[in-house]
Every structure is written in structure tokens, then in C-alpha cells.
């Protein structure tokens, strides 16, 4: 599968890798195939994985490139990284020379990790979606979503700072959230993000800060 390529001027690319895992429900008949088209699904978390992807990034990346690896994966709802997640995630840090994780499938934001300088963000939560309504999972706040801004340096692949915009979506549309519901959503990731070695702080205008 080839990645999306993104150039940033007089700063390098922003490869995309994107991938499917069978944790989100995705099932197997969905796969891309030659001459097929359809979802470019992971056969595992496993270490020959790892090294298939540490091949297809390897042959794309250039210097000053910024590689993300997008993973649509894991459950609806729920807080809890499961560990065979982390280790991929690490993994793909550790040998595919991924520079940002990019974790979805929750309804939710869950907790973010920096490894090794470069994020991993297991669960960023819906952006917009039509779930509104659906009864029974009301303490997560589906209706809640955020806007990820991070500044990554080319040179090194480290993050130099993450800044999240709290938004409430409704009816289809989004709105900024308001300043009661912004100090939920940094309680929230503030608390799941401690295990991983992260905290969440209030910035400018109620924004959110990563800090690690």
C-alpha cells in the first residue's frame, strides 16, 4: 500500500500510512486485495508485521520526512490501552521509524503517551459523527471531540508541542465546547494519560497542552 504523501513547504513530507486491525471490528472480507480495492487490514499486531511496515516505510521515507501510521483499531468505548496496543505502537516507533501514531476507533479521546519523543495517541475520539442520540454510554461524552494540532521537528522526528481545541458536536455541526465541558475533557485525559507518563494542562482560550 503506498502512503499518502503531504509536502510542507521548505520542510520535507508528511508520509501517511494507514491501516485497519480486526480489534475495531473490521472484517476479513473488507481487505484490499491486487487488484481489489478495500481497507489495507493489518493480519496482526505481531513482529512480522512490524517488519512489513518498517519495509513499505523504508522504501518511502526521505530524510526530513514526518512518518504517521494511522490505525483504525480496539473497541468503541473505554479507556483501558490494551498492551498488545502499546507494544505495536511502541513497535513502530522502535523499528518502523513511525514519528506519530494516529489511534482511532474509540467514540472518545483516550490517554496519550509520548515515546521516546513522538506521540502515540491510542484513541483520538470521534471528530463528527451521527451517533447522536444513541442511550447507554452517556459517561464518556461521545458528543465531545477535540482538534490535534502538533508541531513535530523534521530534523529529529520529536514532538515539540501538542495543543487540543475542545469541540461539542450537534445536530451535525460542531461548536466550540464550552469552558465547563473543556475542564471535563482535561480531568479525563489528564487522569488516562498518567499511567502513560503524559498530563494535560489548560492553555489559551480553553484549549488543552500535552505535557510530558
Same mark, same amino acid.
Request: charged share 20%; glycine share 12%.
Given at each position: ?58 522504501? &518511502?521515507?526521505?530524510?526530513? &520526512? ?76 461521545? &458528543? *465531545? ?8 521537528? $523534521? ?6 508541542? *501538542? ?17 465547563? &465541558? ?12 498518567? $499511567? ?11 484549549? *488543552?497542552?500535552?505535557?510530558?
Amino acid at each position: 500500500a503506498a502512503p499518502a504523501v503531504l509536502p510542507v513547504a521548505g520542510k520535507g513530507r508528511v508520509l501517511m500510512f494507514a491501516y485497519g486491525a480486526q480489534s475495531s471490528g473490521i472484517p476479513p472480507d473488507w481487505a484490499a486485495a491486487a487488484g481489489l480495492p478495500g481497507v489495507n487490514l493489518l493480519p496482526d499486531l505481531s513482529p512480522a508485521t512490524l517488519q512489513q511496515i518498517a519495509a513499505q516505510v523504508e522504501a &518511502d521515507k526521505r530524510p526530513a &520526512d514526518v512518518v504517521v501510521a494511522s490505525i483504525h483499531w480496539g473497541g468503541n468505548w473505554g479507556y483501558a490501552v490494551p498492551a498488545a496496543h502499546q507494544r505495536f505502537a511502541r513497535g513502530l516507533i522502535d523499528r518502523c521509524g513511525v514519528d506519530v501514531v494516529h489511534g482511532h476507533s474509540s467514540h472518545h479521546p483516550m490517554g496519550i503517551e509520548v515515546y521516546r519523543g513522538r506521540p502515540i495517541l491510542y484513541g483520538c475520539g470521534d471528530f463528527l459523527n451521527d451517533y447522536e442520540g444513541i442511550a447507554g454510554y452517556e459517561p464518556y461524552r461521545g &458528543d *465531545l471531540s477535540l482538534m490535534y494540532f502538533l508541531e513535530v521537528d $523534521p530534523a529529529s522526528g520529536t514532538l515539540v508541542r *501538542l495543543r487540543m481545541v475542545p469541540m461539542q458536536m450537534r445536530r451535525f455541526r460542531l461548536n466550540r465546547a464550552s469552558a465547563a &465541558d473543556s475542564r471535563w475533557l482535561r480531568s479525563v485525559l489528564d487522569r488516562e494519560g498518567q $499511567p502513560l507518563g503524559s498530563r494535560v494542562e489548560a492553555g489559551p482560550g480553553s484549549s *488543552l497542552a500535552l505535557r510530558w
